[in-house]
């Protein structure tokens, strides 16, 4: 099949049709961003279809591209993921782009949850808040090494409380939920800084953080491409050179 086929085929096993209003008032820019996505990128990447639908999620939920979370929910969820994997992963981006926005894409998840008389009533909580910090900490030493002693140790005294906040909180209330496990959380905080962009530092850290997890360079490229048509060719570039600069071929 040509990708114009491949893009249709594709589309309609995810959403059942093709139509929407924008394949009706600009069927040029319709043409483009179909083909590439759904015809190029999707038939060229070897991700799981859970977590392709999960990364194209926090990225949209990253962009605050509302009428994206709502298709990749749809989408996630004609694909099987778990509705606790679904809102896991939107979650999981409330450390790095703040909580105001998760919520925003939360409220649309939701949305389509009602829709589809999805309900979701048990805990993904793993943590007590005795126990939130030192399993905090742990979970950066899975995907980081010993190396996190040293950090936190080093901090100046005035700043030790945003070492806690970043174990306790980053770590220890996202990290250690259930229904994604490290090695999925870390594909989807790569995605996420990736489309953040002006993060490289972090994406540094991340990208190893990935090795360590098993996700090697052939799944952060394949993550990269999916990413790019919706963050643009400058962030993917940038995260590209960070890639080529932590991983060498």
């Given at each position: 099949?040509?990708?114009?086929?491949?893009?249709?085929?594709?589309?309609?096993?995810?959403?059942?049709?093709?139509?929407?209003?924008?394949?009706?008032?600009?069927?040029?820019?319709?043409?483009?961003k179909t083909r590439l996505v759904y015809?190029?990128?999707?038939?060229?990447?070897?991700?799981?279809?859970?977590?392709?639908?999960?990364?194209?999620?926090?990225?949209?939920?990253?962009?605050?591209?509302?009428?994206?979370?709502?298709?990749?929910?749809?989408?996630?969820?004609?694909?099987?993921?778990?509705?606790?994997?679904?809102?896991?992963?939107?979650?999981?981006?409330?450390?790095?782009?703040?909580?105001?926005?998760?919520?925003?894409?939360?409220?649309?998840?939701?949305?389509?949850?009602?829709?589809?008389?999805?309900?979701?009533?048990?805990?993904?909580?793993?943590?007590?808040?005795?126990?939130?910090?030192?399993?905090?900490?742990?979970?950066?030493?899975?995907?980081?090494?010993?190396?996190?002693?040293?950090?936190?140790?080093?901090?100046?005294?005035?700043?030790?409380?945003?070492?806690?906040?970043?174990?306790?909180?980053?770590?220890?209330?996202?990290?250690?939920?259930?229904?994604?496990?490290?090695?999925?959380?870390?594909?989807?905080?790569?995605?996420?800084?990736?489309?953040?962009?002006?993060?490289?530092?972090?994406?540094?850290?991340?990208?190893?953080?990935?090795?360590?997890?098993?996700?090697?360079?052939?799944?952060?490229?394949?993550?990269?491409?999916?990413?790019?048509?919706?963050?643009?060719?400058?962030?993917?570039?940038?995260?590209?050179?960070?890639?080529?600069?932590?991983?060498?071929d």
């Amino acid at each position: 099949m040509n990708r114009i086929e491949i893009s249709n085929e594709t589309m309609k096993h995810l959403y059942g049709s093709d139509e929407n209003k924008i394949k009706q008032t600009d069927k040029d820019f319709f043409d483009i961003k179909t083909r590439l996505v759904y015809g190029e990128v999707y038939n060229h990447i070897k991700l799981s279809s859970k977590m392709r639908e999960l990364i194209l999620l926090v990225v949209a939920t990253t962009n605050l591209t509302m009428k994206e979370v709502s298709k990749h929910t749809k989408a996630a969820l004609s694909e099987k993921v778990a509705p606790e994997a679904i809102k896991e992963a939107v979650y999981s981006a409330g450390a790095y782009i703040g909580l105001g926005k998760v919520e925003m894409a939360v409220e649309v998840v939701n949305k389509v949850f009602e829709e589809e008389g999805i309900s979701i009533v048990e805990s993904q909580k793993t943590v007590t808040e005795d126990s939130r910090l030192q399993k905090g900490i742990k979970a950066q030493k899975d995907i980081f090494g010993e190396k996190i002693d040293n950090m936190r140790a080093s901090a100046p005294k005035n700043q030790k409380h945003i070492q806690d906040f970043l174990s306790a909180y980053c770590f220890g209330d996202f990290y250690t939920r259930k229904s994604l496990d490290l090695k999925e959380r870390e594909l989807l905080t790569f995605s996420i800084i990736t489309a953040q962009g002006g993060c490289e530092p972090q994406l540094v850290a991340h990208v190893a953080g990935n090795v360590a997890m098993g996700n090697g360079k052939d799944v952060l490229l394949d993550a990269l491409t999916l990413c790019m048509p919706y963050i643009g060719f400058p962030k993917a570039l940038n995260a590209l050179a960070v890639v080529n600069k932590v991983i060498e071929d």
